[in-house]
């Protein structure tokens, strides 16, 4: 890994151990180098410094809600705002249990994009309501109940340099 200026430029060896990563963040140090023909201390140190670097984020374990006895359902929101206030109603919206996801796009114009759960359409409703729609500069509330999705996943490294990911 390397720096220039603000960008970190990773090697084949970065890239490699963060696709692992990404596999299977549990596997050891140990498990990656062994897979890599590389020491663990080589593993560990990398990993060390794409962590102190900002290129990993944090490791985390996505729960299946509905196994553990958790069913809610999910939203899209579509949120127009005087874009004057776009900002502080996107970081606002990010302080709320129920938002999971929020990001700004712009077409024809400047709106919110949120993903948000609740217990049921009447939790929905009253959440919408009383602590979206309250918000000073929030124009216009479109929502979408998610009914079946087809594919969620995170980000990964692609595998050619193309910016394609190979069909496994």
Known sequence: MKSKGQEVILDDLDRQILRFLQANAKQTYTEIGS????????????????????????????????????????????????????????????????????????SEELVILAEVVAKDQAELHSFIAKSIAPLPGVLRIRTAIVTKKYKEERFSLPFRENGLRKKE
């Open 35 to 106: 897979k890599l023909k590389v020491a663990h201390s080589t593993v560990y140190d990398r990993i060390q410094k794409m962590e102190e670097n900002g290129i990993i984020k944090k490791y985390e374990v996505i729960v299946d809600r509905e196994k553990v006895g958790i069913p809610l359902i999910t939203a899209q929101m579509n949120i127009t705002t005087d874009p004057k206030e776009t900002e502080n109603i996107a970081k606002k919206l990010t302080n709320f249990s129920q938002v999971l996801e929020v990001s700004t796009s712009f």
